[in-house]
């Protein structure tokens, strides 16, 4: 079965490329790859490099980039998932299937009925970061999606013009998310999903009139992180076949 390792862009120079820390150590402690052999490593940002390891120790691996793809198993379609705060433990599951499936960047979202202290767990972003890349591992992935700025829900109804569909999850909605999916050419979606509680009425009413479309994932009521995955489960099955 094939392993991706991750190393920053800086660390790729003149052909060649020097990985240290943690992922040094788990190529050669865990992994147990010693010079001479072949690994596959990515520096989230699109490319992923087939390395031939010159040295290597549980500090510092070093090798020489024989050939280099450009997101070989990146979607066409940009995915921006919006969603309300929910407590720290579910945020992190958003962050991380959310990754495998191939999101493209992730908007946390006050809405009114998101808890204050929550947002406070917004201030983790170093351990976003390594569930997000080590999800980006997992997935084989070569790009690791952005955490953007918490944004008030006011704020971002205004970008909705940039994204080709704005879907929201609801509820009370009676369309399913393939009605609502009727053009395959598009290449920006955003994906809305509430908070626990859900939407307030004024919220929904807002983001209609913004331009986005709200639907149902079904019969029964789903956290907001199973619906997260729903939805992506969704859109990825209708446009990455």
């Not at 998932?81 to 991380?96: S, W, Y």
């Not at 992730?106 to 997000?132: C, H, N, Y």
């Not at 999916?181 to 920006?188: A, D, G, K, M, W």
Request: charged fraction near 25%; aromatic fraction near 8%.
């Amino acid at each position: 079965m094939k392993d991706l390792f991750y190393s920053p862009i800086k660390t790729v120079s003149g052909g060649r490329i020097t990985i240290q820390g943690e992922e040094a150590h788990h190529i050669f402690k865990v992994k147990r790859h010693r010079s001479g052999e072949r690994i596959y490593v990515t520096d989230g940002e699109g490319s992923e490099y087939l390395i031939l390891i010159n040295s290597a120790s549980e500090n510092m691996i070093e090798g020489q980039i024989i050939s280099t793809k450009r997101k070989p198993v990146e979607s066409l379609l940009e995915v921006t998932l919006a969603f309300g705060i929910v407590k720290a433990p579910r945020i992190e599951q958003i962050f991380e299937k959310g990754t495998e499936m191939g999101v493209t960047s992730f908007q946390p979202l006050s809405t009114a009925r998101t808890v204050p202290e929550w947002e406070e767990g917004m201030k983790k972003f170093d351990r976003f970061e390594r569930i997000i890349i080590s999800a980006m591992k997992q997935s084989l992935r070569s790009v690791a999606p952005r955490v953007m700025p918490l944004l008030d829900l006011k704020e971002f109804i205004a970008t909705i013009p940039n994204y080709d569909h704005a879907l929201v999850a609801w509820e009370e909605a009676r369309h399913q998310l393939r009605e609502r999916l009727t053009n395959r050419r598009v290449r920006r979606i955003a994906l809305i999903i509430g908070p626990e509680g859900g939407f307030a009425p004024d919220e929904i009413e807002s983001l209609t009139v913004a331009g986005a479309k709200i639907f149902s994932l079904g019969l029964r009521r789903l956290r907001s992180e199973t619906a997260a995955i729903a939805a992506l489960a969704n859109v990825y099955n209708l446009y990455d076949v």
